[in-house]
């Protein structure tokens, strides 16, 4: 099965150095602080801190290799396989993950923490780099919800870019990604299956 990966076929130049923000303004593209907002876990101050802290070192146990699907549904209808690899970085303060195939990296994503917040950024093979923040954490419930807050390299607010993401921890060896990309109006979604890669080789 051939490889897809996210948004390949929407590369239009786009315009360096901008940054598009979730109120429809354009600004310099370094990070602004925000005023504080009911977190995550629908709640503020220290809860929201434990609930983001612990959602990241949940995040941290998906350190290995990774082997699965990908299927697009919505505006567009794909299927393919995708491999991935997370680790530590930032003296265990951030959470790598590497999306690609054939021992390639097509995308990139970052999770850390920003205060009392869980913070994602996306380096798309769009080109460009959504930064999300977690709207709702239930790690009860294995899940973790964010939603667009800015982006880099975007040129308008109908450009292809990634406006949303969820993260489901089914066990501790299975996963599935859920990435909420939107052109030009249309959305579509982009489901990543995973398995652990010792857990899928002892299934086989």
Not at 73 to 89: H, N, P, Q
Not at 113 to 140: F, S, V, W
Not at 179 to 186: D, I, Q, S, T
Request: hydrophobic content about 45%; glycine content about 10%.
């Amino acid at each position: 099965m051939r490889s897809v990966f996210c948004f390949l076929v929407f590369l239009p130049a786009l315009a360096a150095g901008a940054a598009f923000h979730d109120d429809g303004t354009t600004g310099p593209s370094s990070p602004k602080p925000e005023a504080a907002t009911a977190s995550a876990a629908e709640s503020s101050g220290a809860d929201a801190a434990d609930a983001a802290a612990a959602a990241l070192a949940r995040l941290s146990t998906l350190a290995g290799q990774w082997d699965g699907t990908v299927e697009w549904s919505g505006a567009r209808s794909d299927k393919g396989t995708m491999s991935v690899t997370y680790s530590l970085t930032g003296g265990g303060s951030a959470v790598l993950e590497n999306l690609g195939s054939g021992g390639v990296t097509m995308m990139t994503t970052v999770y850390h923490l920003d205060g009392h917040e869980l913070r994602m950024t996306h380096y798309c093979a769009a080109g460009n780099q959504p930064r999300l923040k977690a709207r709702h954490i239930d790690l009860a419930h294995g899940t973790i919800d964010f939603d667009f807050v800015d982006a880099t390299n975007l040129r308008s607010a109908a450009a292809p870019h990634v406006h949303g993401f969820t993260i489901q921890f089914v066990d501790d060896d299975h996963l599935i990604l859920r990435f909420r990309f939107l052109a030009e109006g249309k959305e579509s979604v982009e489901k990543i299956t995973l398995a652990r890669r010792a857990a899928a080789a002892g299934s086989s």
